[in-house]
């Protein structure tokens, strides 16, 4: 299959990606099946934020594949301990991913970074919830504000993606991946969360927590269409002393709503 093309203001893949994925693609193909909604609402011709739930170890995989299918080559914030590797981590360093090193003085650069590459045209990937989810039953908890501070401080849309089957296919916090059945990997992007009523505010705390919310509201939105049943009316949060106190989730189905 060949490489999408990228807009005429986004990045080439670059070989490096190209090779990686090639060398994925069919073993990808082969242990799961893919259901890819709403590319539509992926920006052809500006920067954009992408704000995804995290169900699993695998999910990036399967959100990279379908942003590069679409034309999109993916750039994630990534743990600088990843990227220091000293293979897999030079492979990504060269495929533009970008470093996140956590409370050090270099932790402001990967903003820097990831606003740069939006102004440049990319779309950048931020997972708002900074780690996989701990609610039992798997809905996004509530998010940092990164994804809303790039996108107000750049003007640029946020567009929300849900995903489901990756926590299917391998579960959260386990190491060994359930290849029977085969999985169905569904991500879906929503239309771009509406921000225009803060976007001529001046970024406070408080402007920063309601565009968060508004973004996870919409990430969660697009999870409830997948899955079919209504999301909870609350979010968890890490510092919810109830989340600590719960088992890590474990599914053994995964209602999907068919399109």
């Not at 242990?31 to 995804?52: S, T």
């Not at 990279?64 to 299918?69: G, I, Q």
């Not at 080559?73 to 492979?91: E, F, M, N, Q, S």
């Not at 059945?181 to 001529?200: E, F, I, K, N, Y």
Request: charged share 25%; aromatic share 6%; hydrophobic share 40%.
């Amino acid at each position: 299959m060949e490489s999408p093309a990228p807009s005429a203001d986004r990045r080439e893949p670059g070989m490096v990606l190209r090779c990686i994925v090639g060398t994925l693609r069919a073993p990808v193909t082969v242990m799961v099946k893919r259901d890819w909604r709403g590319a539509e609402h992926l920006p052809a011709h500006e920067g954009f934020v992408v704000a995804a739930n995290h169900v699993s170890h695998s999910d990036p995989v399967m959100l990279a594949h379908f942003l590069y299918d679409n034309g999109v080559p993916p750039r994630y914030l990534a743990k600088a301990a990843i990227l220091d590797l000293p293979v897999a981590g030079r492979l990504l360093r060269a495929t533009g991913q970008i470093p996140v090193y956590r409370g050090t003085d270099h932790a402001s650069d990967a903003y820097a970074a990831a606003k740069q590459a939006v102004l440049d045209g990319e779309g950048v990937i931020f997972y708002p919830e900074g780690t996989i989810t701990r609610d039992p039953d798997e809905w996004p908890m509530s998010g940092k504000t990164g994804a809303a501070r790039v996108a107000l401080d750049t003007g640029c849309p946020v567009i929300p993606i849900a995903q489901w089957g990756p926590n299917m296919f391998l579960e959260p916090y386990t190491k060994v991946p359930r290849l029977f059945p085969r999985q169905t990997m569904v991500v879906s992007a929503g239309p771009p969360v509406d921000l225009d009523d803060l976007r001529a505010r001046e970024v406070t705390a408080a402007i920063l927590a309601t565009a968060t919310e508004h973004i996870m509201d919409a990430v969660t939105e697009e999870l409830a269409k997948i899955r079919g049943v209504p999301a909870p009316e609350s979010r968890m949060s890490l510092d919810d002393p109830r989340v600590r106190q719960r088992p890590r989730p474990r599914r053994q189905t995964a209602p999907v709503k068919e399109k």
